[in-house]
């Protein structure tokens, strides 16, 4: 039988305020082990098994250290240390300090503060709700399989509890089976960390490595990497660009998987950041089969995207197939007919006529004139999240706005124009994160772009807590447009918000400049039917079957798209939760907030004792 729940203990910032990142722990009746486990930053200078609180349903409760370091209590406005092995009285509200590390809690007994467990939660509940944000709601993100494909996964991050990473990934949650060839699309690639993080990728036959690294970096990884790795860096015929896409792509015997996410080739990307990732596994076509279907929208996003990226041809030994040359045609070789999603690249050049609107922002107002979204989404206002800011002026935001406010209703009424935010990090979020001021490498904004003052009234928080992300600075990027807790798209993407990544119109409006290659996945209204549809390159027991014909009633059903906080009915076919990692309506800087730029100088030390620069 479960012991009944007496009392909690709730994390504290050194501030002594809630820490709301990090979950209340419950404490039921009799002793409790508090120890390494229960504090949000990994410290091994913490025992596993640090203190003892005993608790009983009469309200009272005693601490004993189990641990070599001692504990403060403070009682009263006394302040009071117990060493190893000595044991102490307890008081509701009492603040315990586990040291070294300075790890703070105050305890709270239900019995004296009037609260049953019942009623402790209740209100708890009522107050996330009031609040419009649910503490904890990543515990709750749990998607079917067969609608994980419409939707993405955050990243786990080191040092969390392990709620915190519910239904999250890693690098060998993607990497995995038996691949015969791979190709690595990212920015950066830190050779000695992907080998040892992956050890998979030295025993695949044949991996592509398309990279965006500068001579000295690429010389580097062409001495260290296995034998079986070929390297390709895509031509940039315009000063300032970069090959800036992160995508993964996996050819099984069964099939392919593709995967596009937001994380660099490197350690401190996959451990210590907020980041997002995508992935869905497709068969391949029935060359026998009369119904082949015809190619899609997604198998031309991706084809098209392809084609640009130009790698040098290689052979491929496939399973009951042969010898097969890996390009970008070998692509249309897979069905893609149930993917839900679109992808929207940038790829560097002037494009003018019918290129123009195949890619950046000009590529996304294309489809998003061909959505039709409910009501509820005339005039909602943008969400604009990323980890660099380019240099901006009002004139190209409005551009840009004017592409990501596009969509019609059912009556075929324009959405209209959506205000936006743009969610970044304070110098503060940076000096208290995971990483300290360290995490700020990895928001390179000068000052001179963060500083100018039309962007003012566009600034809003990282706020992050029903995610348990508040500490884990971003590096993923997303769009949106949201009307409470239900989005009417949301894109995941390799772009930051600049002109070199989005592109800019020229030539009165008839040309789009861009500078980089981006990727990204849009997630909209789709045919709830093909939701249904599951299949696994991995998975030897996943149906190949093609989804049924729709019919009229399932045709005209469209998903719906909701945050992780929206209360409703999660398992209806319809509804899409979406892991959005921060708070939705965001919270405008307030007027002590100041944006991180990383060219600016920081005297206040951060978490570790540091300054910044270093």
């Known amino acids: 039988m479960a012991l009944s729940q007496v009392a909690y203990l709730i994390p504290l910032k050194p501030d002594l305020k809630e820490d709301t990142s990090s979950p209340r722990i419950a404490l039921s009746e009799g002793p409790n082990t508090i120890g390494r486990g229960n504090v949000s930053i990994t410290d091994k200078r913490l025992s596993r098994n640090h203190i003892t609180i005993i608790t009983s349903t009469s309200g009272s409760a005693s601490l004993s250290v189990e641990g070599t370091n001692p504990v403060v209590i403070r009682s009263s406005g006394e ?62 993100f749990c998607p079917a399989n067969e609608k994980l494909p419409s939707t993405f996964r955050l990243l786990s991050v080191n040092g969390l509890p392990d709620w915190a990473n519910t239904s999250c990934v890693s690098i060998n949650d993607v990497i995995q089976g038996d691949v015969v060839a791979a190709i690595l699309s990212n920015y950066m690639v830190d050779v000695d960390w992907l080998v ?115 790698w040098p041809e290689f052979t491929a030994s496939l399973p009951g197939r042969g010898n097969v040359k890996i390009n970008a045609s070998f692509f249309r070789k897979f069905d893609y007919s149930n993917a839900t999603v679109r992808l929207i690249a940038s790829v560097p050049g002037y494009h003018t006529g019918s290129n123009m609107r195949k890619w950046g922002h000009m590529k996304l107002r294309t489809i998003l004139q061909e959505c039709i979204f409910d009501k509820e989404f005339r005039r909602s206002p943008l969400v604009y999240q990323f980890s660099s800011l380019g240099s901006l002026d009002e004139k190209w935001l409005a551009e840009f706005g004017a592409s990501l406010s596009s969509g019609i209703t059912e009556d075929k009424t324009p959405l209209g124009h959506g ?55 971003p590096h993923i990027k997303t769009f949106t447009r949201y009307n ?31 500078r980089s290659y981006e990727l990204g996945v849009l997630f909209f209204p789709s045919s709830v039917k093909t939701h249904g549809y599951n299949f696994s390159c991995t998975d030897n027991n996943s149906s190949t079957m093609k989804a049924k014909q729709e019919t009229k009633d399932e045709a ?25 990692p921060y708070q939705l309506p965001p919270k405008p800087y307030s007027s002590e907030d100041v944006p991180w730029s990383w060219d600016r100088g920081y005297s206040k030390k951060d978490v570790y004792g540091q300054l910044w620069p270093r």
């Not at 991996?207 to 079986?228: C, F, L, S, T, W």
């Not at 998903?559 to 899409?576: A, H, N, Y």
């Open 419 to 473: 205000d936006p935010l743009i969610i970044w990090p304070t110098v503060e979020d940076v000096r208290c994160s995971l990483e300290g001021y360290a995490a700020g490498n990895a928001i390179p904004s000068p000052l001179k772009n963060v500083e100018k003052p039309f962007l003012k009234k566009y600034w809003a928080k990282w706020k992050a807590d029903h995610s348990a992300r508040g500490r884990a600075m």
């Open 79 to 140: 302040r009071k240390k117990v060493n190893p092995r000595e044991e102490v009285s307890l008081a509701n509200d009492d603040l315990i300090e586990l040291i070294p590390g300075h790890h703070f809690f105050k305890l709270v007994l239900l019995s004296a503060s009037g609260e049953s467990e019942k009623g402790s939660h209740e209100r708890a509940y009522k107050k996330a709700r009031m609040e419009g944000d649910d503490v904890e709601a990543i515990r709750r």
């Open 196 to 310: 040892s993080a992956c050890p998979k990728l030295a025993n695949i036959p044949q991996v592509m490595v398309i990279h965006g690294e500068g001579d000295g970096r690429q010389e580097y990884i062409q001495r260290k990497k296995p034998a079986n790795w070929m390297l390709h860096k895509p031509r940039l015929p315009i000063s300032f660009g970069t090959h800036h896409s992160k995508a993964i792509f996996l050819v099984y015997p069964r099939g392919v998987r593709v995967v596009v996410h937001t994380a660099n080739l490197i350690h401190v990307d996959w451990n210590n950041k907020s980041q997002g990732l995508w992935m869905q596994d497709f068969p391949w076509k029935d060359d026998d089969c009369k119904d082949t279907p015809k190619s899609c929208g997604f198998e031309d996003d991706l084809v098209d995207y392809l084609t640009v990226l130009k």
């Open 484 to 514: 409470d807790q239900k989005l009417a798209w949301f894109l995941l993407t390799s772009s930051n918000l600049s002109k070199a990544a989005w592109g800019a119109l020229q030539k009165n409006n008839s040309q789009l400049m861009i």
């Open 556 to 580: 005209e059903k469209r998903s719906k798209l909701v945050t992780m906080t929206w209360q409703g009915d999660r398992d209806s076919p319809e509804i899409i939760s979406v892991p959005v």
